[in-house]
């Protein structure tokens, strides 16, 4: 009874002494009563239910735009109201491929534009031309999904210096790079934005029976990668997550199995959910990631593995 009388004394003092503090009195109103002020506002505006998903009118940037997992991402930014720009290093996209398909779709059906752009993303100045000029045009860069990456699969006693220095090169210098190119402009302009870098779950644990070193190892980087770059520019208004995808069933991943036929079977059994995942699992996380949905969130990684890490 008596440690409850002083706790609860020594509590009310203590917030005396927080109520009487002078630099409240020099703000016209609190931080939580603008915060309610600014909600009261936007539930006013709405005109869709959960607002916070749109991406409309807003232009991300898309590296590895130009197929696979990228394109997927870049398909449902579109459906959410993005404008999308895709970098990729083909010389151009096959004009039967599915970015085809998605950039019709966008000017047909979804009254959006799916832009093309090659380059390859550890090239620094023309990279930072591309998203300038990006930039220019559009008059703004509200987010990025760096998804450019690359994949090789060799013993640690037979990786050579030159292997090593192009999965590092293209899978964490030229996320960083990208990254940078699209903060140059969001700062430039003062303005506010998302990036995402998209790790695996490579980048946390060693997977059995995949033999990937340096693979493993740039997708740790972009983890840590993404951490620094949030505590650097949060004070811009620019926030900085990750996707970490498990195992995904793509054209890479068909060329695993025909030349190793066990994993067909090994890479689902890892999981929790028994089964591996397709590129349209991930598209909620990117607009989420995107939009204001995750307003608060920075310096996070989102781990989508289907519980292979969680065991």
């Known amino acids: 009874m008596a440690s409850s009388l002083i706790q609860k004394t020594a509590w009310t003092a203590g917030s ?3 109520l009487t503090r002078q ?6 109103i609190t931080l939580a009563r603008a915060f309610h002020q600014s909600q009261i506002q936007r539930s006013q505006n709405r005109s869709t239910l959960l607002p916070e998903f749109s991406l409309k009118d807003r232009v991300i940037v898309v590296s590895g735009g130009a197929r696979g997992v990228g394109l997927t991402q870049a398909e449902a930014l579109l459906e959410a109201g993005a404008v999308v720009h895709a970098l990729d ?6 004009a039967n491929s599915d970015f085809s398909r998605v950039a019709d779709r966008a000017a047909s059906e979804l009254g959006s534009r799916m832009n093309y752009h090659r380059v390859d993303v550890r090239d620094q100045k023309t990279l930072g031309e591309i998203v300038g000029g990006i930039a220019e045009k559009e008059g703004r860069i509200d987010g990025l999904i760096a998804a ?3 994949q090789q699969e060799t013993p640690a006693l037979e990786y050579t210096a030159e292997d090593s220095d192009k999965m590092l090169g293209v899978n964490v210098t030229g996320v960083f790079m990208t990254a940078q190119a699209v903060a140059r402009e969001m700062i430039k302009r003062k303005q506010k934005g998302s990036l995402v870098l998209i790790g695996s779950m490579s980048g946390t644990v060693a997977n059995r029976g995949l033999i990937c070193p340096v693979y493993n190892a740039s997708k740790a980087a972009v983890l840590q990668l993404a951490r620094n770059l949030a505590a650097e520019w949060g004070e811009h208004g620019i926030r900085v997550n990750t996707i970490s995808p498990g195992y995904i069933v793509t054209a890479m991943t068909a060329s695993l199995f025909d ?5 067909r079977t090994a890479w689902p059994d890892a999981n929790m959910l028994t089964r591996l995942s397709y590129p349209e699992e991930y598209r909620g996380a990117a607009v989420f990631l995107l939009s204001d949905a ?5 310096g996070s990684d989102l781990r989508i593995d289907g519980g292979h890490c969680a065991w």
């Open 16 to 18: 005396r002494a927080l």
């Open 23 to 28: 630099p409240v009195r020099s703000a016209p």
């Open 89 to 94: 290093r083909l010389p151009q996209p096959d």
């Open 148 to 150: 450019a990456g690359i």
């Open 259 to 263: 030349a190793v036929p066990e994993r």
């Open 294 to 298: 995750s307003s608060f969130m920075t």
